[in-house]
């Protein structure tokens, strides 16, 4: 396998303090750092004035494929993924057919094997009654439960098949968390209302926490691993920090960081979601839970839909927003804005994700650690433009937004795939391993 040498690069360490120097890349791994390596080497990379970071891993993406490629698919979504300093995903079991068995997990691991320039891993989703196959369908990065319905058909709503499913296995459970019964009554109560900004009343805060107090309850009876995907209210945060067991994690998007109800009036239905972006005092919650450990790292739900789809009259409106080309850099402005620190950064981007989900030798700059790795313009901002995604719908609801730490290089495995706006052929994304 080939011999990488990044020269000169601005190493992040995982304290967050600055390593000035070398890096060699050898079989897939970091093979030394110093401050001058001279090797023999297939390709050398001047990253004079670049901030070489570990390659993010979003641990919450939807790439729609099988069923839905004409939105994106592995190859597309790994491409979005890898241009945003992305080197590992997640994703969703929402697809057509959903993922819920072996069959379904192993026809998705085997077009990723083909098409994927990220390393990857998958959900296996719950139904009623596929106890079976989500305790045992392999590799699996764990169990995904939606307790409220969004995009597709998975929905678990009843508490006895919640409970069987939490008191049946060891497996990590992910939970999209709103309440189903209180969205369905709350969509009959605001039947008459047809502007968009109606989607956070009907799915409103106590949707979301209802849900997140009775996966909480049942994890903690059954001491069984739970994750609460995109936490987005503060009377979530000021829950989980209370009464947050050891076995516990949850993750927030930058969507829910940096968005809320103000923007239905700029952007509309582009940015309707579920759970739903909310008001300002939730944003300044989900910062703070971040900084004190309430919420553990962050995650993008990269969730594509055409224009056409989006912009259609609500609630006719598609759910959902693409993001894993921008997670990055978004959070790195906001970095340079004092608002995080480099050590955050990684934590929550990086090894936060690897150490919930057991992925091994993952998100931090050691020797001996896997080289995926993000070399990023820290120094100049570049507006966001819909016309530069990668992603197949070629949108973002950041269009315009002025942002640093754009990615130059992205390297997977110890190879370039990334490359000043390319993608280098012949470089291929690994399954990943959950311990
Ligand atoms: O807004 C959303 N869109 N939330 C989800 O949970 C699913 C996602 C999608 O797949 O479109």
């Given at each position: 396998m080939s011999k990488l040498l990044i020269r000169n690069a601005r190493v992040a360490r995982p304290d967050g303090s600055i390593f000035e120097g070398d890096l060699l890349?050898?079989?897939?791994?970091?093979?030394?750092?110093?401050?001058?390596i001279s090797a023999t080497v297939d390709e050398t990379l001047n990253a004079e004035g670049m901030l070489l970071l570990p390659g993010v891993i979003d641990p919450q993406v939807h790439f729609r494929e099988p069923g839905k490629e004409y939105k994106e698919d592995l190859g597309s979504g790994s491409?979005?993924?890898?241009?945003?300093?992305?080197?590992?995903?997640?994703?969703?079991?929402?697809?057509?057919?959903?993922?819920?068995?072996?069959?379904?997990?192993?026809?998705k691991l085997k077009r990723a094997a083909e098409k994927c320039v990220a390393n990857y891993g998958f959900f296996i989703g719950a139904t009623?009654?596929?106890?079976?196959?989500?305790?045992?369908a392999h590799p699996a990065c764990g169990i995904k439960i939606f307790m409220g319905a969004s995009t597709g058909d998975l929905l678990v709503d009843k508490a006895e098949d919640l409970e069987r499913i939490f008191a049946n296995g060891e497996r990590l459970i992910a939970v999209h968390a709103e309440d189903e019964a209180r969205i369905r009554a709350r969509r009959e109560q605001f039947k008459n209302r047809h502007d968009v900004a109606a989607h956070s009343e009907i799915r409103d805060n106590l949707c979301a926490l209802l849900a997140t107090e009775l996966a909480l309850a049942f994890s903690k009876k059954y001491r069984r691993r739970l994750h609460i995907l995109h936490l987005s209210t503060h009377e979530e945060v000021e829950l989980l920090r209370r009464d947050k067991p050891a076995w516990v994690t949850a993750e927030v998007i930058p969507n829910h960081l940096l968005l809320n109800v103000d923007d239905y009036a700029r952007l509309g239905s582009l940015v309707q979601m579920n759970p739903p972006i909310r008001r300002p005092e939730d944003n300044a919650a989900l910062w703070a839970g971040l900084h004190d450990g309430a919420i553990d790292f962050i995650a993008t739900d990269h969730a594509p839909h055409t224009l056409e789809e989006k912009r259609a009259p609500y609630p006719g409106s598609a759910a959902g927003m693409p993001g894993v080309e921008t997670s990055l850099p978004l959070m790195l402005t906001e970095m340079k804005a004092g608002r995080c620190t480099l050590a955050e950064i990684q934590k929550w981007m990086c090894h936060g994700p690897a150490a919930a989900y057991g992925i091994r030798n993952k998100g931090k700059i050691l020797e001996g650690w896997d080289a995926d790795l993000t070399l990023v313009d820290i120094d100049r901002a570049r507006a966001v433009r819909d016309e530069d995604m990668f992603t197949k719908v070629r949108w973002s609801p950041f269009h315009g937004r002025e942002l640093y730490g754009w990615p130059l290089y992205t390297i997977v495995g110890g190879q370039i795939v990334y490359d000043r706006g390319k993608i280098r052929a012949g470089v291929h994304g690994r399954p990943l391993t959950f311990t």
């Open positions: 890349c050898h079989q897939g791994v970091i093979e030394r750092m110093a401050p001058q491409r979005a993924a890898v241009k945003g300093g992305v080197t590992s995903f997640l994703e969703m079991p929402n697809t057509i057919p959903p993922t819920t068995t072996q069959a379904a997990l192993d026809d009623p009654d596929n106890l079976d196959a989500i305790n045992h």
